[in-house]
C-alpha cells in the first residue's frame, strides 16, 4: 500500500495494462467458456444495485422483492410458478445447496449421492464438504447418465441423486424423465444440473427443437440449477437455485440474530443484490421471445461449426444436442490440436471423457470468427 493515495487517472492507466492482458469474449477468440459477453441491459441494473445486501434483505426490501419476482420467473420457466430459492454466486454454490437440502431432508447417517460421469466438479466439491459418499453411474453411448447404472446404486444410504440438463463437457441431456420415475418410487430427491441449459432448452423447445423434458414439469424432480450468467446473458457471478418445496430451503437454515432475517439458508452471507437486479433486468427485457432468439442463432452456429469441423477432416464425438460442439482426430493427439490453436490464438478447452476439443458457442460467437477458427483447423490438419 502506498503511503500516499494514486491519482485518479492514474489508477485507471495501471489498471488498463493488467486488462491488455487479459482475453475478451467480443474478440471471438474465448471458445472453450460457458461465460459470455453480459448484456448492457444487466451490466446497468447490476451496477444500480451494487450498494445492496441480500444477505441482510430488511435494509433492501426493494431488492429483495426482486429476487422473490426473479425466482418466481425463473420458476415459471422451469415449470412450476410456485418455487422457493435464491439468485446466488452460480451453479457450484447451487449444486452445494441442493446436496445440502438433499442430506439435511433425510437424516440418513451414512449419506450417498449418486452422479453421472459427466457431472460438474462442483458435485466432488460437495461431497468433501458435507461428507457424501459419492457414486459414479456410467453413461451410455451417447454420453447421457444410464439409468440401470443408477439402479444398481441405489442403496439405503441414497439420499439424492443427480441429472445433468446441458453436460458441461457435451452438451448432453440425460433422461431427467426416467429419473424422475425412479425417485418418485424410491422415495429419492432428485436434483437437476440445468446451470447451462437451463437458460435455453426451454427457448429451443418453442423454437420447434425436439429436446427431452427435465424440469418441474416432472414431478420427481426437487431442485434446479440454473445459471444466468452463461446463456442468461447476466454480469458474473450470477446464479439460481430453485426448490419445489419450501422446506428444502428451511432444514438447512441457519439463526442469523444479529441481522434483519432470522434464518439464512445460502452459503454466502453478504449476496449482492447486484446480480439480482441483472437477472430480472433481463428477464424482462428479452423475455421468451430474446431468448429464444438468443438460443436459436447459438444452434444455428454450432451447425455450422459442427459442418466445417467434419469438413476439414476431424471426427465429432457426438452430434451437438445443445450448442457445443467436440471433435478429435484420428491421426492428431488432442493435446497438439489444442497447443496448435493456442499458439494461433484461439482458446480452447478440453473435455475429459472421451479426450476431444470442446468449443461452446456462446452468443458472442459469430460467424466471422468460426470462419477464422476453420480457417485454421485447416491449416492445422495440413501440418
Not at 443427480?162 to 436434483?191: M, W
Not at 442469523?256 to 446480480?275: H, I, N, W
Not at 476431444?356 to 485454421?376: C, N, Q, S, T
Request: glycine fraction near 8%.
Amino acid at each position: 500500500m502506498e503511503d500516499n493515495g494514486i491519482p485518479e487517472e492514474q489508477i485507471y492507466q495501471m489498471l488498463r495494462k493488467y486488462k491488455e492482458k487479459d482475453l475478451t469474449h467480443r474478440s471471438g477468440r474465448i471458445l472453450g467458456s460457458m461465460c459470455t459477453c453480459p448484456h448492457p441491459v444487466g451490466i446497468k441494473a447490476y451496477m444500480m444495485f451494487l450498494e445492496s445486501n441480500l444477505g441482510d434483505p430488511g435494509l433492501f426490501p426493494g431488492t429483495k422483492s426482486l429476487e422473490e419476482e426473479a425466482i418466481t420467473m425463473l420458476g415459471e420457466l422451469m415449470g412450476k410458478k410456485e418455487v422457493y430459492g435464491h439468485i446466488i454466486t452460480g451453479g457450484t454454490e447451487a449444486n452445494l445447496m441442493a446436496m445440502r437440502a438433499a442430506r439435511n431432508i433425510s437424516k440418513v447417517r451414512d449419506p450417498e449421492i449418486i452422479v453421472p460421469k459427466s457431472a460438474h466438479f462442483s458435485f466432488k466439491k460437495a461431497a468433501d464438504m458435507l461428507k457424501l459418499d459419492m457414486k459414479m453411474a456410467d453413461l451410455d453411448d451417447d454420453y447421457r447418465m444410464d439409468t440401470s447404472s443408477v439402479e444398481d446404486l441405489i442403496s439405503d444410504n441414497t439420499v439424492a441423486i443427480v441429472g445433468v440438463a446441458g453436460t458441461t463437457e457435451l452438451g448432453k441431456i440425460d433422461p431427467i424423465e426416467e429419473l424422475s420415475r425412479i425417485c418418485l418410487e424410491k422415495d429419492i430427491y432428485l436434483h437437476v444440473d440445468a446451470a447451462f441449459g437451463g437458460y435455453s432448452i426451454p427457448f429451443l423447445k418453442d423454437a420447434g427443437y425436439d429436446l427431452p423434458e427435465f424440469d418441474f414439469s416432472l414431478p420427481g424432480v426437487s431442485s434446479i440449477t440454473i445459471d444466468p450468467h452463461k446463456m442468461g446473458l447476466a454480469p458474473i457471478p450470477t446464479g439460481g437455485i430453485l426448490f419445489r418445496e419450501r422446506e428444502y430451503l428451511e432444514v438447512m437454515a441457519i439463526e442469523t440474530p444479529y441481522l434483519t432475517e432470522d434464518l439464512q439458508s445460502t452459503v454466502v452471507g453478504t449476496r449482492t443484490g447486484a446480480a439480482t437486479a441483472a437477472t430480472w433486468a433481463l428477464l424482462k427485457h428479452l423475455g421468451r421471445e430474446g431468448y429464444q432468439e438468443v438460443s436459436r442463432k447459438c444452434m444455428e452456429i454450432t451447425s455450422h461449426l459442427a459442418e466445417g469441423v467434419e469438413k476439414a477432416g476431424f471426427e465429432l464425438v457426438t452430434r451437438p444436442e445443445l450448442n457445443i460442439v467436440a471433435f478429435r482426430s484420428s491421426q492428431i493427439p488432442v493435446e497438439e490440436i489444442a497447443s496448435k490453436l493456442e499458439n494461433r490464438g484461439w482458446a480452447v478447452s478440453l473435455a475429459s471423457y472421451p479426450q476431444a476439443i470442446r468449443i461452446i458457442v456462446m452468443p458472442h460467437l459469430k460467424r466471422e470468427h468460426v470462419k477464422a477458427f476453420l480457417a485454421d483447423l485447416e491449416l492445422i490438419k495440413e501440418d
